[in-house]
């Protein structure tokens, strides 16, 4: 579910105008880009949840043949954002308090245990990644709490890194590697719980102490606070009954 290249991809498909032409390693190449693009479009909510995906239609929204939209969509099926049937062409995964909790007991269960090795094992280069990562969210995450539609990209990028820094010391390319598929995955549930703050939760105060209990090497408190972290946002969705 990481963004892949499709160098493997059989190049078949109808052709239009707009590539009929192109040589294979261009062909790749558009490919390649409108995966990005589509994948931008589902994860920061241009193209709904549960939304048809009609190839006539994306066709001219990102201008490239029904051939080489059928390629990205189909890698977009592997990530899990889309869903194809028989018969029934491609729709934008739907959104569900299910699908959240699952990513979040899947994605807690493995970040608790590489951040509790990141804090046992890492080292001053570590330390100095969790402290730079952390001075760069913390310029966006009051900002983001006042104006989230504005913010959120921006924020969302370095709450992103923030989290990879404080895992960085972990031994396990696997765990690492799942954990950026289950990052992408939570980001559209991340975009919605933004714009519901409760007033009770401060998310940078959250962030601040995930930084010091990291930092003094309390491994069993970081991984207390990141489990309770990653849980505040299934509290959010419940309370303002966001998804069912």
Not at 30 to 45: K, M, N, Q, T
Not at 199 to 206: D, G, L, Q, T
Not at 217 to 232: F, G, M, Q, V, Y
Request: glycine fraction near 6%; charge should be neutral; include cysteine.
């Amino acid at each position: 579910m990481n963004a892949r290249t499709p160098n493997s991809l059989t190049l078949g498909g109808d052709k239009s105008s707009a590539d009929a032409s192109v040589p294979g390693a261009n062909m790749r190449s558009l490919i390649e880009s409108a995966f990005h693009r589509l994948r931008a479009d589902i994860v920061e909510g241009r193209l709904a949840a549960g939304a048809r995906l009609a190839i006539e239609d994306l066709k001219s929204r990102y201008g490239v043949s029904g051939g080489t939209l059928r390629e990205a969509l189909s890698l977009l099926v592997a990530d899990g954002l889309v869903q194809t049937q028989a018969q029934r062409g491609f729709h934008v995964t739907p959104m569900s308090l299910g699908d959240m909790l699952d990513l979040a007991n899947t994605r807690s269960a493995l970040e608790c245990e590489a951040l509790r090795q990141s804090v046992l094992n890492g080292d001053a280069e570590w330390e100095a990644r969790v402290v730079s990562s952390y001075h760069r969210l913390s310029l966006f995450d009051e900002r983001t709490m006042r104006d989230p539609v504005h913010w959120f990209n921006q924020w969302e990028r370095v709450n992103r890194d923030f989290h990879e820094a404080l895992i960085s010391a972990c031994s396990s390319v696997w765990t690492r590697r799942f954990l950026s598929i289950l990052y992408l995955q939570m980001e559209r549930y991340h975009r919605l719980t933004a714009m519901h703050k409760p007033p009770a939760r401060n998310v940078h105060e959250e962030h601040q102490a995930l930084r010091d209990s990291a930092l003094a090497r309390d491994a069993e408190r970081c991984t207390a606070l990141l489990r309770a972290h990653i849980e505040s946002s299934i509290s959010v969705v419940r309370q303002f009954g966001l998804l069912r």
